[in-house]
């Protein structure tokens, strides 16, 4: 069982910056492809990000590319996600999940565990 924990979430300004965190206990997150998601109001849950197990490849939705990363720092079993140049359209319920099969995707339900999520507000 892993017990997912996100942090960081917070209101901010269209344009800025914020660095979400997802920590675990139990297993080490480098078991783990790692992935963030998030739902707005009203909104199904999409894909924003995952980080590979092995050699951090890295996969984005294309609404978040060039604007967010994904990195892991197995030393303090956590992983991030940096989001910069924040949109309005980014505000929503920031969920980081642990897929234990291993593969690269942008499908939630190859996901196996989940946190409770951190809200991200972007004021315009």
């Known amino acids: 069982q892993v017990l997912l924990v996100e942090s960081g979430g917070g209101l901010v300004q269209a344009g800025g910056s914020l660095r979400l965190s997802c920590t675990s206990s139990?297993?080490?997150?480098?078991?783990?492809?790692m992935g963030w998601f998030r739902q707005a109001p009203g909104k199904e849950r999409e894909f924003v990000s995952a980080?590979?197990?092995?050699?951090?490849?890295?996969l984005y939705a294309d609404y978040v590319k060039g604007r967010f990363t994904i990195s892991r720092d197995s030393t303090k079993n956590t992983v991030y996600l940096q989001m910069s140049s924040l949109k309005p359209e980014d505000a929503a319920v920031y969920y980081c999940?642990?897929?234990?099969?291993?593969?690269?995707?942008?499908?939630?339900?190859?996901?196996?565990?989940w946190g409770q999520g951190t809200q991200v507000t972007v004021s315009s």
């Open positions: 980080v590979s197990r092995v050699d951090s490849s890295s």
């Open positions: 999940a642990a897929n234990r099969i291993g593969l690269l995707k942008g499908d939630p339900t190859w996901y196996d565990y």
């Open positions: 139990g297993r080490p997150l480098s078991d783990y492809v």
